[in-house]
C-alpha cells in the first residue's frame, strides 16, 4: 500500500474503501472483507446512513484500531459551533471509536457561509484536544476555499471531490496544491454516473475505449487503470464496492505503472461535465436532513 502525507504530517493509506451508497445490511461485511484482503482506509459519512456498520465491520476485521484509517463527514444540517462538536460525538458513538483519524466537512453550503464557518472552527477545535488527527473539507471549489482558508487558523488537510476520467475538476486540484491541500477523488471510478437527480448525460466511464484499450495492454481491468491513475498521480481514492471480487481488485493497483503517455491519454478524457450535485446550487431540503442520534 502506498501511503501519503498530509500537510500536518500525518500518513494515509492512498487507496481506501469508501461506502457511499453500500446499504446498510451490506457495509459490515464489506468493510471486514477489505480489511482482511489489506486495506487500511475507509471513508464513511453521518449521511450515508452506514457508520454503525462500518465501526461493526471494523472489529470484525480483528484488527487494532490504531490499524485503520478512518474517516468520516459532518453533515449541513450539524454546521455550527456547539453542533459539529455534537455531530462529532454522534459519530464517534456510533462507529465505536474514541478518535477520527479525519474529520470534514460534507458540503460548503455557500448560502449558509457563517455556519459552515463556525463548524470547520469546530473541527479546528477537535484537532487541537486531540479527538481528531486531520480536518477537511468536501467538494469544497477554489471560490469557497478563498473564503475559508484566511478565516481560519488550520489548513484544510483533505478535499475531497468528484474526480473521474471524465470529470478531473483540475482548478480544483491546483487551488488545492496551491494551499498545501491534498486532494481525494470520491467516484474515481466513474461511478456516480449513476447518481440519482437530473445532473445532465450520465455515460459510463467504465466502457470507455481508451480506458478499455489500457487495460487490456496492462492485464487490468479498466477501473484499475483509473485507480492507478489517480495513485500514480498523488490523489488519495476510495472506490466504492460491496462486491468482494471488486473490492479484491480495486486494491491491486499497486504493482503495475502507466507511462507519461498513458496519463496523457486518460487526462485527455476529461468532459468538464459534472455527474454529481453543483456544490455552489441550494439544497435546503437536502441540507436540513437530520442526523439521527443512534
Keep these: 500500500m502506498q501511503n501519503l502525507t498530509l500537510n500536518n504530517g500525518v500518513t494515509m493509506p492512498a487507496l481506501g474503501l469508501g461506502v457511499f451508497q453500500s446499504p446498510p445490511d451490506e457495509t459490515a461485511a464489506a468493510v471486514e472483507t477489505a480489511l482482511g484482503l489489506g486495506y487500511r482506509h475507509i471513508d464513511t459519512a453521518a449521511a450515508y446512513a452506514n457508520e454503525r456498520q462500518v465501526g461493526e465491520g471494523m472489529r470484525a476485521s480483528g484488527l487494532d484500531r490504531d490499524d485503520v484509517f478512518l474517516e468520516t463527514k459532518v453533515w449541513v444540517s450539524d454546521y455550527g459551533t456547539d453542533e459539529t462538536r455534537h455531530a462529532f460525538e454522534k459519530a464517534t458513538r456510533k462507529l465505536?471509536?474514541?478518535?477520527?483519524?479525519?474529520?470534514?466537512?460534507?458540503?460548503p453550503a455557500p448560502a449558509r457561509w457563517e455556519r459552515t464557518l463556525a463548524a470547520y472552527r469546530a473541527l479546528?477545535?477537535?484537532l487541537a484536544d486531540g479527538l481528531v488527527r486531520a480536518i477537511g473539507v468536501s467538494n469544497f471549489m477554489p471560490q469557497h476555499l478563498a473564503r475559508l482558508l484566511p478565516e481560519v487558523d488550520v489548513v484544510?488537510?483533505?478535499?475531497?471531490?468528484?474526480?473521474?476520467?471524465?470529470?478531473?475538476?483540475?482548478?480544483?486540484?491546483?487551488?488545492?496544491t496551491e494551499a498545501g491541500i491534498l486532494t481525494q477523488a470520491w467516484s474515481p471510478i466513474g461511478g456516480i454516473?449513476?447518481?440519482?437527480?437530473?445532473?445532465?448525460?450520465?455515460?459510463?466511464?467504465?466502457?470507455?475505449?481508451?480506458?478499455?484499450?489500457?487495460?487490456?495492454?496492462?492485464?487490468?481491468?479498466?477501473?484499475?487503470?483509473?485507480?492507478?491513475?489517480?495513485?500514480?498521480?498523488?490523489?488519495?481514492?476510495?472506490?466504492?464496492s460491496t462486491n468482494p471480487t471488486r473490492i479484491a481488485e480495486n486494491l491491486d493497483v499497486f504493482d503495475f505503472e502507466l507511462s507519461a503517455d498513458e496519463l496523457a491519454r486518460i487526462d485527455a478524457l476529461d468532459t468538464g461535465v459534472r455527474s454529481g450535485p453543483d456544490p455552489d446550487a441550494p439544497r435546503d431540503d437536502f441540507f436540513d436532513r437530520v442526523i439521527p442520534e443512534e
Excluded at 99 to 104: C, E, K, R, V, Y
Excluded at 208 to 233: C, F, N, Y
Design 124 to 126: 479546528e477545535g477537535l
Design 193 to 240: 454516473t449513476f447518481y440519482p437527480g437530473p445532473w445532465g448525460e450520465r455515460r459510463s466511464v467504465l466502457t470507455d475505449e481508451t480506458l478499455a484499450a489500457l487495460a487490456a495492454s496492462h492485464g487490468k481491468s479498466p477501473a484499475q487503470i483509473m485507480l492507478r491513475w489517480g495513485v500514480q498521480q498523488g490523489r488519495s481514492v476510495i472506490p466504492k
Design 96 to 107: 465505536g471509536v474514541d478518535t477520527l483519524d479525519l474529520l470534514i466537512l460534507h458540503q
Design 156 to 176: 484544510p488537510a483533505v478535499n475531497q471531490i468528484e474526480l473521474h476520467p471524465y470529470f478531473q475538476q483540475t482548478d480544483v486540484q491546483k487551488a488545492d
